[in-house]
């Protein structure tokens, strides 16, 4: 099956990135490379430094970029490893930096990847089939009963993460992304399984979230984002979970206001100092025509800041200010 993803909020991503300066755009997630691509077409002056940890992706990428392939390079890592990529590549200075945090759908649909609730497969959801760490095997019938409860209540915000847990447990061992799709569906009340999908999405989500330790790894990889821009340089991010959200708006905000601990409405006397300007207070959503087209898109939510020249670094006035 060939690597096909289609680029969520493209159009926006592409206005926001071609008006950075010249220089290296790292693409920290580069799946399938459809928004590296259409960024490297819009801006000439860009070169891009594309990271991925899932092997697939970096292949396939290699083929779309093709066109490109002298203003390419590519790297299997994971994404907090960014600022080690950026430097052994000698990729200086990055003037822009996306982060597109949703599952492709290659993954979800090549059901020996063990993402999917719609095949019955081994359990894995690894992201790189490279590593040695744990699987979906490991948490589903490793964790205990409570740890297994709060990863899915908190990373998918399963309202039922008790009912769904403890039926695991009793079942184990768990092989199978089917069986284990069954035991959710079976443990969620009947009226509730009607409405949102499919009733065990939420849990699949979850059980990816903690094999990859995504929202762990989010905030490390953000930081060292605001460290290696340039000046006028640019970061976009793409969140498609809650969790992830709050973890972006947080960090940028922090980045925004220099983590000022003033009262808010009065002068900062803290001497935090800004290193960012938000694009917008918000995010950005997927609109009505995209959603139709690509359903995946309308979870979607982007955020975008600007690193400021030292000079024009802004003391802020007061707590959360952007």
Known sequence: MAFRHTPVLLDRVVELLA?????????ATLGGAGHAAAVLEAHPGLR????DQDPDAIAAANERLAPHRDRTTLRHTRFDRLAEAVATAGADPVTAVLFDLGVSSPQLDRAERGFSHRFDA????RMDTTSTGRDAAAVVNGYAEADLARVLRELGDERYASRIAKAIVAARPVATTGRLADLVRDAIPAPARRTGGHP???????IRIEVNAELEVLPVALEQTVDVLAPGGRVAVLA???????????TLREASTGGCTCPPGLPCACGAVARVRLLRPGAWKATTIEIEANPRAASARLRAAEKLPPSDHRQTTHRGAP
Not at 48 to 51: H, R, S, Y
Not at 240 to 250: M, N
């Open 122 to 125: 081994p359990l894995d959801m």
């Open 48 to 51: 891009l430094l594309g990271l």
């Open 200 to 206: 065990a999405k939420r849990s699949f989500q979850a």
């Open 240 to 250: 498609y979970h809650s969790g992830e959200d709050r973890i972006v708006k947080a």
């Open 19 to 27: 008006a950075v300066p010249d220089g290296t755009f790292v693409d």
